[in-house]
């Protein structure tokens, strides 16, 4: 018997349909649209490898079971840790302000993940990434600190 469930890609569309309604419903502008660039997704796999739509705008995908963000900016994919590289805290986007910063000792981060100010030491963790065909995958065992490899931390993101 057939599985009749959607794939992710079908239902990260039918996420983001059902958002662009409601937030037209409540009056948002377009302005107020930009700043409201985050999706929460449910586990992209199990394994090493996890798999996500790729996003069809810039913005945050925040997945908390596999404990990654994906993000896609200024023509660019990445996948990071969800933890602060600091305390390992759970780090949090800030859309009108369009940056990350965790909420213990509020370190900052731009959307590539690169250290702005506060108590952490480095950048955010990056995850290695690449595409094939209109999923990113992610391999949550290869994490990549910028103090320790820089250049495998500047790999770590694919061009589309």
Same mark, same amino acid.
């Given at each position: +018997? =057939? #599985?009749n469930k959607p794939g992710p890609r079908r239902q990260f569309l039918q996420m983001i349909g059902c958002f662009t309604i409601? /937030?037209?419903a409540l009056?948002?502008?377009? &302005? #107020?649209? /930009?700043a409201l660039t985050v999706t929460i997704v449910d586990g992209?796999?199990?394994? =090493?490898e996890h798999r996500y739509p790729v =996003? /069809?705008?810039?913005? *945050?995908? @925040? #997945?908390? &079971?596999? %404990?990654? @963000? @994906?993000?896609r900016y200024q023509g660019h994919l990445y996948a990071f840790n969800l933890a602060c590289p600091h305390q390992? %805290? +759970?780090?949090?986007?800030?859309p009108k302000e369009n940056r990350f910063q965790c909420p213990k000792? !509020?370190?900052k981060y731009q959307p590539t993940g690169v250290f702005m100010n506060g108590r952490a030491?480095?950048? +955010?963790?990056?995850?290695?990434?690449? *595409? !094939?065909?209109? !999923?990113i995958l992610v391999n949550v065992d290869k994490m990549f600190k910028s103090d320790q490899d820089p250049s495998g931390w500047a790999a770590a993101a694919a061009a589309i």
């Open positions: +018997m =057939p #599985d409601s /937030a037209a009056g948002l502008s377009a &302005t #107020d649209l /930009a992209g796999g199990a394994g =090493p =996003p /069809a705008a810039d913005g *945050v995908t @925040i #997945d908390k &079971t596999g %404990q990654v @963000i @994906i993000v390992n %805290q +759970m780090l949090r986007w800030l000792h !509020e370190s030491t480095r950048n +955010m963790d990056r995850l290695a990434i690449r *595409v !094939e065909g209109g !999923e």
